[in-house]
C-alpha cells in the first residue's frame, strides 16, 4: 500500500512538470520564439530523476491535511525546478560531463555550438546559467501557485527561500573550503557544509514547508525541521559512499571529482586524520592532483576501508538516522504518511541506489 501511495505522489509530480512546460509554452510561445530554449528545457526538467524534494513536501502536506487543495502539485514540482536550478550551477562548477544518465546541459549546448558552421563566441555555459535563472523565476511562480490559505502559503514561501539562500551559502563555503589544507578542516565544519548545501533544502526545508502549508503548528513544523536536517546530513554521507562503493564493489570511476575538486567529505576528513603518515602523503598528492587515475582512486577507495572511514561513514548514517527517527517528528501525523515518511526516508539512507539527483 505504501509503496502505491509513493508512486503515485512521485507520478503526479511529474505530470506536473509536464504540464508547467507546456503551459509556460503556451502562455509566452517559447517554441515559437525560442525554440533551443523549449526543448533543451523541456528535456533537462523531463529526466528521470527521483523528485526527492518534491515527494517530502507531500508526504509532510497530506500528514497534517484535511484534503488536497488546488495546484497543490504544481507548487511541489516548484522545488524540482529549483532543484534543477541548482544542478545546472554544481555541473557547471564541477565541470562534470553527465546528469541522471545523459550528457549535463552545458555539454549538450557545447555538442550543438560545434557543430554550427560558423564560430560562436557563446558558450554552453552561459547559455546554462540563463537557463537556470528561468527555471527559478518559473520555480517562485509555481510554488506561488497553489490554492492554500494565503497566511500558510507566505510562511512556506519563506522556508523555501531560506533554504535558496542556505543552499548557495553552503555552495560557497563548500568551495571555499579548498582553500585549506585537509589537516585544518574539522567535522564540525564539514557537517556545516552539509547542513547548509544539502540537509536544509532536500529534507528540511521540503518537510517543514509542506507540513505549514498542510496545517501543522510552528512547533510541529519545527520539529519536522530538526529531523529533516539529520536526514539530510546523513543522505550526504550516504551519496559521498555511493559514489565510491557500490555494494562491496569500488565504483569505476576515473574522473571523481571530490578528491581533487574543492569538496571535504567526512570520508575524505576520517581517511587523513586516522591514515598513517603513507597515506596522508598520498592523500595529500592526491588532492593536488587535476584528475584522478583510476589506480588511484582504488587506492583511494582501500584506503578509506583500510582505516575505517567506510565503516565510520556508515555507522554515521545509522546514528544520524536513529537520532531523526526517535525525536517524536513523526507523532503529530496521520498513520500512514507517517508511515510513508519513515519508509522513505530509511529508502533513500540504505539502499545501494544512487539517487539520480
Known amino acids: 500500500m505504501l509503496d502505491g501511495l509513493l508512486e503515485k ?30 526543448d533543451w528545457l523541456r528535456e533537462f526538467v523531463l529526466r528521470n ?64 555550438i560545434r557543430l554550427l558552421p560558423v564560430a560562436s563566441p557563446v558558450r554552453g555555459e552561459d547559455l546554462s546559467l540563463v537557463m537556470g535563472d528561468i527555471l527559478y523565476a518559473l520555480a517562485m511562480r509555481e510554488f506561488l501557485s497553489i490554492r492554500a490559505d494565503p497566511r500558510r502559503t507566505m510562511q512556506a ?7 535558496g539562500f542556505l543552499t548557495g551559502h553552503g555552495q560557497f563555503a563548500e568551495l571555499v573550503s579548498g582553500f585549506k589544507s585537509i589537516a585544518d578542516i574539522t567535522q564540525d ?77 567526512i570520508l575524505l576528513w576520517h581517511a587523513w586524520h586516522h591514515a598513517g603518515s603513507a597515506e596522508r602523503l598520498f592523500l595529500d598528492r592526491l588532492l593536488c592532483a587535476p584528475e584522478v587515475e583510476e589506480n588511484n582512486f582504488i ?25 531523526a527517527f526517535s525525536s517524536g517528528m513523526l507523532l503529530p501525523m496521520k498513520g500512514d504518511f507517517a508511515d510513508l515518511l519513515t519508509d522513505y526516508s530509511r529508502s533513500l539512507l540504505f539502499s545501494d541506489a544512487a539517487e539520480a539527483s
Open 9 to 38: 505522489i512521485q507520478k503526479r509530480v511529474g505530470d506536473a512538470l509536464k504540464e508547467i512546460v507546456e503551459e509556460c509554452d503556451k502562455e509566452h510561445g517559447i517554441r515559437l520564439h525560442s525554440p533551443l530554449l523549449f
Open 49 to 112: 530523476g527521483k523528485s526527492i524534494r518534491s515527494t517530502l513536501f507531500i508526504i509532510a502536506y497530506s500528514g497534517f491535511a484535511e484534503r488536497i487543495v488546488p495546484r497543490l502539485y504544481r507548487s511541489a514540482a516548484a522545488l524540482e525546478l529549483a532543484h534543477d536550478f541548482v544542478l545546472i550551477h554544481d555541473d557547471i562548477i564541477d565541470r562534470a560531463d553527465t546528469r541522471r544518465g545523459a550528457p549535463a546541459l552545458h555539454h549538450r549546448i557545447n555538442d550543438y
Open 157 to 163: 514561501l519563506r522556508i523555501f527561500l531560506e533554504t
Open 189 to 265: 565544519e564539514i557537517y556545516r557544509t552539509y547542513d547548509l548545501k544539502t540537509a536544509s533544502y532536500t529534507f528540511a526545508g521540503p518537510l517543514a514547508a509542506g507540513a505549514l502549508l498542510g496545517g501543522a503548528t510552528r512547533a510541529q513544523a519545527d520539529a519536522l525541521y530538526h529531523a529533516g536536517m539529520l536526514l539530510g546530513r546523513a543522505f550526504q554521507i550516504r551519496n559521498d559512499l555511493l559514489d565510491i562503493f557500490q555494494g562491496n564493489n569500488i565504483q569505476k570511476k576515473s574522473d571523481f571529482k571530490d578528491v581533487t575538486g574543492a569538496r571535504r567529505t
Open 299 to 323: 587506492r583511494f577507495a582501500e584506503i578509506l576501508t583500510e582505516f575505517g572511514s567506510r565503516r565510520y561513514a556508515e555507522a554515521e548514517i545509522g546514528r544520524l538516522a536513529e537520532q
